[in-house]
């Protein structure tokens, strides 16, 4: 997953994964240098008041306007009207306290007769069609060519209370990612419910919990 971070020499903020580089080289002043010179900027989730989709933003934005990818709704950081994240609200009787589990409802736009399903675990779960070479965590056992290898991921975050919440982003897939039929945005995060659907490519999934 890439992170926003500045460079030591000039400040020029640099996006790049830190798990996969050891030196990174600044594309402004071609400073390079270990990836721990280059300082991760803090980052802050906030909510759109408008259709609720979770946005992550850094900490050094304040009261300055941005746009929701979804919506398009303004958001001004720093007032009321950028809300910081709250945690989900599922109902009592929809508390999620432990993570939930993917059902594979379609092979490539055709339907299952047998249901196929999926645990999913803490941290990042990434989905993408199996192959040899993939690296996906959960790797789905479909040959529809239009879902990407690394297509999408789910964060599964446990809050403090034990409740468990799942968000979904697109990987920067080139068919992009559904949720519920609507494509996700560059960078926008669902929160995801009992009953929800992802679409990768043709293939149909439903997140469920227990």
């Excluded at 992170?3 to 640099?14: D, G, I, Q, Y």
């Excluded at 109902?91 to 993570?99: E, I, R, V």
């Excluded at 409802?105 to 990042?124: A, I």
């Excluded at 979904?168 to 897939?173: K, R, V």
């Amino acid at each position: 997953m890439k992170s926003r971070c500045t460079c030591p020499s000039c400040n020029a903020v640099l996006e790049f994964d830190r798990t996969v580089l050891s030196t990174v080289k600044c594309p402004k002043c071609a400073h390079q240098g270990n990836v721990a010179d280059f300082k991760e900027i803090p980052m802050k989730s906030i909510r759109c008041p408008k259709c609720k989709t979770a946005l992550k933003v850094s900490e050094s934005i304040v009261n300055k306007e941005i746009t929701c990818p979804k919506c398009k709704h303004t958001i001004t950081t720093g007032y009321a009207d950028a809300q910081t994240e709250l945690p989900v609200d599922l109902g009592n009787n929809s508390k999620l306290y432990q993570p939930g589990k993917l059902v594979l409802l379609t092979d490539d736009g055709d339907w299952l007769q047998e249901e196929k399903t999926m645990t999913l675990l803490r941290g990042v779960n990434t989905l993408g069609r199996k192959s040899p070479n993939s690296t996906s965590s959960v790797q789905l056992p479909t040959k529809d060519t239009y879902m990407s290898k690394n297509h999408a991921m789910i964060e599964v975050i446990m809050r403090p209370d034990a409740v468990f919440v799942h968000r979904l982003s697109d990987n920067g897939s080139t068919n992009r990612t559904f949720h519920n039929g609507d494509p996700l945005e560059p960078g926008e995060v669902i929160n995801l419910m009992p009953g929800d659907t992802i679409r990768l490519g043709h293939t149909i999934l439903k997140f469920i919990a227990e």
